[in-house]
């Protein structure tokens, strides 16, 4: 992919954009070019700290970086609440929107940032890295083999981590202004994906809640859980939150294989990442052992997939650019679905556990 | 443990009779004395096929065991519908009973059959296997380390495996007259006696079964799902049956640590069982990577856990027959909060997965 690079904007110095702006300056064909904060020496204490390039502007607004004529994609890692304020004002300025998850509080938000870039002709993407590691393809393969794998029947998913006591009352991901979905958004939003991933993006019928939903003071989700069905009888759980150790397991059951994996959110090293995939489990004579055992797989990347995502996203960027070709609706459609499920888990656990309808 | 080995009859020639009579012979102070089955022949070809000694007394009848003067205690693998009868005519005879899972159809079974062991002063046991190997008591030790796992928080369990056509509509697991309880007896007994194992056989305050129960044409449980909630906040969710390819995970989250094991019903080698264990998990610099990894640990054996399973038994047995003490009620109680749990799972069911108080 060679060609003129596309060149970024960042607006908001989040602990996440050091790791953005690393992953732009490693990505073929991305420069990172404008970064924005709420004060100018924030913005120059990001640049310094993060060795950025001298020839990238710095500005002490988000609305510098959207004014900026060499910026033209701009990152979004700013609070949820913000969202819409910010992801439709780039979109108005016919730059290509690149948004943090939870995309939005809720699908009537992300549906008027969704409609300002189809309107405005520009590309969105939510910024989920690992659906863009290889492993992620790889694992998909051996799900979709018939033999191997046969007929998806249940997906079990959980990512979470463990806040301390000032975390939990203070953190921007748990301040109902900045960010109501709270553990919810922030971890949650993992879990659906990889269940939607596993489902082959089709939306479940029914998500319940599970009892036990856990608040903080100011009465933003601090961990929940929840299990979905599908018209055909499959099903899926899954926990997330603040309130455990790191965790970030999905495991994958069909009739006939097994899959699981225990880093799907951040691998345990950059370079490689495992899973294990067993098929056709059996036990030995008297059920004394199993045969096989799961075996393990390792994929390698040479980029780690926050570079992969830039990546994609500079490409379906560059297909804009380039050949004059309308937004890609692919990824928009999958944070869409990601975000209907989250805002049908919130509406149960609001509604006391009640069963809620998926509707698209 | 010297002494006099206790003698034990069997009823039923299941495939686990097959396991279990093979466990009698390897655990100290245990002897196969007595095999009864529906007809003679069968008995007798089960004792060419398992190499029986020809001291075995073989009878055509349940009874014959149950009157043979040599037999002190009995192990029942009867399907679950037929172990009030079998169980309670056992304890009647004054000897002890070694219970297949589930234990009963509901708790007021167990209840009968408890209540007939104890007015007759012969121990109870039900034959959970994983219970008793020593991985068990080591995972335990770390999950009660209060810097290492720090608060309990959350449980994830699932046991399955995957049944055929035929198997579906016609196995005694599944066979409403037989095995009422299906998948969820079978399978999900598994799941929550983890469950109340990590809890420290604490009960929950609600249950709640997950939508997508799953039933044969007969209307038995074939696969289904649940979650819990106690007191103060803890959290478990299980999923259970036989509808996906084998799989026995248990994942126990704390404030500090992570447990995860992937064979906890049967492990996937007798002589040793592997489970990885992590403490205050944190990422690299940008998130780039975790430190530390699950570290995978690694429990050896001499005897398979059926073997100490029933090392156990013998051990509160011959307490009761050597020295005239009570019997031991710890495995009793753990029987029947298990049971309790699944009743309420089954009532959640038939009332579409209402949350139901669990009353001890």
Chains 1, 2 share one sequence.
Not at 243 to 267: A, E, K
Request: proline content about 5%; aromatic content about 8%; hydrophobic content about 40%.
């Amino acid at each position: 992919m060679a060609g003129n690079p596309i060149h970024f904007g960042i607006i908001g110095c989040a602990e996440v954009s050091r790791k953005l702006s690393r992953a732009m300056s490693l990505a073929p064909n991305a420069i990172l070019s404008a970064i924005g904060s709420r004060s100018i020496d924030k913005a120059k204490r990001f640049a310094v700290e993060n060795g950025l390039p001298e020839a990238v502007n710095l500005y002490g607004t988000y609305q510098g970086v959207l004014d900026d004529p060499t910026v033209e994609a701009v990152y979004v890692p700013l609070p949820t609440s913000m969202h819409v304020q910010w992801a439709v004002a780039v979109a108005e300025r016919k730059k290509h929107v690149f948004l943090e998850k939870p995309t939005a509080l809720n699908v009537a938000d992300l549906d008027r940032i969704l409609e300002a870039c189809e309107s405005n002709g520009v590309q969105f993407m939510d910024c989920t890295m690992w659906v863009h590691h290889p492993r992620t393809h790889k694992m998909k393969e051996l799900l979709s083999d018939p033999n191997r794998f046969g007929e998806l029947r249940s997906v079990h998913s959980i990512f979470a981590s463990c806040g301390d006591a000032h975390f939990l009352e203070n953190d921007v991901r748990v301040k109902p202004d900045l960010d109501g979905l709270g553990g919810l958004g922030d971890t949650g939003w993992y879990c659906v994906r990889s269940i939607l991933w596993a489902n082959d993006y089709q939306l479940p019928k029914t998500v319940t809640a599970f009892q036990g939903t856990y608040y903080n003071k100011a009465g933003v989700i601090l961990s929940c859980g929840a299990s979905m069905v599908w018209e055909d009888g499959r099903v899926a759980s899954f926990q997330c939150g603040f309130r455990i150790n790191i965790v970030m397991d999905v495991t994958v059951h069909g009739s006939n294989g097994t899959l699981h994996l225990h880093d799907f959110v951040i691998p345990f090293e950059e370079t490689s990442a495992p899973f294990t995939f067993v098929t056709n489990t059996e036990f030995k004579d008297r059920q004394l052992g199993w045969k096989p055992f799961p075996r393990e797989h390792v994929v390698t990347t040479n980029l780690p997939q926050e570079v992969l995502m830039v990546e994609e996203f500079v490409r379906l960027v560059k297909s804009i650019k380039d050949s004059g070709s309308k937004p890609d609706s692919k990824w928009p459609t999958i944070s869409r679905k990601t975000q209907l499920v989250i805002d049908a888990v919130k509406e149960s656990i609001d509604k006391g556990c009640e069963p809620i309808n998926v509707v698209n």
